[in-house]
């Protein structure tokens, strides 16, 4: 039986002449591994924004679980289990590997200021129990031996690895990835298709956007294209690939 975790329709966004989400459905299955691809400046990053209360929508309905997110703050959206990573990665540069996961594991805690102040044994406690995940996090996404350097120190691919296990750390029933495999070489980009792998086999549903269409082909269960704010194609990738549509939003004709 398919349970369906995420559900949108009739999404817009407009930013004053722009209208950059148009009338955007999709429906996304537990367990999937979802694909969003289409041309630059499509809409694909405003769409995340929005599904993690980045962006306000100016219409449109967003359930996720069956709770109701539609406009939503993002720390309710978090608290709610969706995670994302940057297209333009955002850590704390001048924190270490192992802090900037620590902050995406406090989304789930308990400690208040006054405990994070006055330190009384059970918030002690806490901590060494965020310290321990997070450190865990940072083997699970392969980059444990960097846990004291400084974010800004470490190389491109690993930061990506970084932002994942932050994400992680805040426990996501869905994890958006927005082009995670930008900048990374091949080996990089086999490496990270078999981590998105071993999350959704780990229980996560992963919502991912991606230009590289080999990765996106063989590791997809589903895409959507976007194209000028909306969607002109959903499907398995085959399926995707050989839809005219799709390959004129690509190529710009209508093939032959
Ligand atoms: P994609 O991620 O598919 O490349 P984006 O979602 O980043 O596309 O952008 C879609 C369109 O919306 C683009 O024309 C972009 O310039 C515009 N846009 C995105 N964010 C903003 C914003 N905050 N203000 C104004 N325009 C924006
Ligand atoms: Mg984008």
Same mark, same amino acid.
């Given at each position: &039986? @398919?349970?369906?975790?995420?559900?949108?329709?009739? *999404?817009?966004?407009?930013?004053?002449?722009?209208?950059?989400?148009?009338?955007?459905?999709?429906?996304?299955?537990? #367990?999937?591994? /979802?694909?969003?691809? #289409?041309?630059? %400046?499509?809409? +694909? @990053? @405003?769409?995340?924004?929005v599904l993690t209360g980045l962006y306000q929508?100016?219409?449109?309905?967003?359930?996720?679980?069956?709770?109701?997110?539609?406009?939503?703050?993002? /720390?309710?959206?978090? #608290?709610? #289990?969706i995670a994302r990573t940057f297209q333009n990665?955002?850590?704390?540069?001048?924190?270490?590997?192992?802090?900037?996961? &620590?902050?995406?594991?406090?989304?789930?805690?308990?400690?208040?200021?006054?405990g994070a102040i006055f330190r009384p044994p059970?918030?002690?406690?806490?901590?060494? =129990?965020?310290?321990?995940?997070? &450190?865990?996090?940072? $083997?699970?996404?392969?980059?444990?031996?960097?846990?004291?350097?400084?974010?800004?120190?470490?190389? /491109?691919?690993?930061?990506?690895?970084?932002?994942?296990?932050?994400?992680?750390? @805040?426990?996501?029933?869905?994890?958006?990835?927005? $082009?995670?495999?930008?900048?990374?070489?091949?080996?990089?980009?086999?490496?990270? +298709? $078999?981590?998105?792998?071993?999350?959704?086999?780990? %229980?996560?549903?992963?919502?991912?956007?991606?230009?590289?269409? +080999?990765?996106?082909?063989?590791?997809?269960?589903?895409?959507?294209?976007?194209?000028?704010?909306? +969607?002109? =194609?959903?499907?398995?990738?085959?399926?995707?690939?050989?839809?005219?549509?799709? *390959? $004129?939003? /690509?190529?710009?004709?209508?093939?032959?």
């Amino acid at each position: &039986m @398919t349970k369906v975790l995420l559900e949108i329709s009739g *999404i817009h966004k407009r930013f004053g002449g722009l209208h950059a989400l148009n009338d955007v459905a999709l429906t996304i299955n537990q #367990g999937e591994i /979802y694909g969003l691809i #289409g041309p630059n %400046g499509a809409g +694909k @990053t @405003t769409l995340f924004n929005v599904l993690t209360g980045l962006y306000q929508p100016d219409e449109g309905k967003f359930t996720f679980n069956g709770k109701d997110l539609f406009c939503q703050k993002p /720390y309710i959206v978090v #608290g709610s #289990g969706i995670a994302r990573t940057f297209q333009n990665i955002r850590l704390f540069a001048n924190m270490s590997a192992l802090e900037n996961v &620590m902050v995406g594991r406090h989304v789930r805690t308990k400690a208040s200021v006054f405990g994070a102040i006055f330190r009384p044994p059970q918030v002690k406690n806490e901590e060494a =129990a965020i310290r321990a995940r997070a &450190m865990e996090l940072l $083997e699970y996404v392969g980059i444990p031996h960097h846990a004291e350097e400084l974010a800004c120190n470490l190389s /491109y691919g690993d930061q990506r690895r970084l932002e994942i296990a932050r994400a992680l750390a @805040t426990d996501p029933q869905l994890l958006a990835l927005d $082009e995670p495999a930008a900048g990374m070489n091949p080996k990089e980009t086999e490496d990270l +298709k $078999e981590l998105m792998q071993k999350i959704r086999n780990d %229980g996560v549903t992963i919502l991912l956007i991606e230009h590289d269409v +080999k990765l996106m082909m063989g590791l997809c269960d589903r895409i959507a294209v976007l194209d000028y704010g909306k +969607k002109i =194609a959903e499907g398995r990738p085959e399926e995707v690939k050989s839809n005219p549509r799709v *390959i $004129e939003a /690509y190529l710009g004709v209508a093939p032959e």
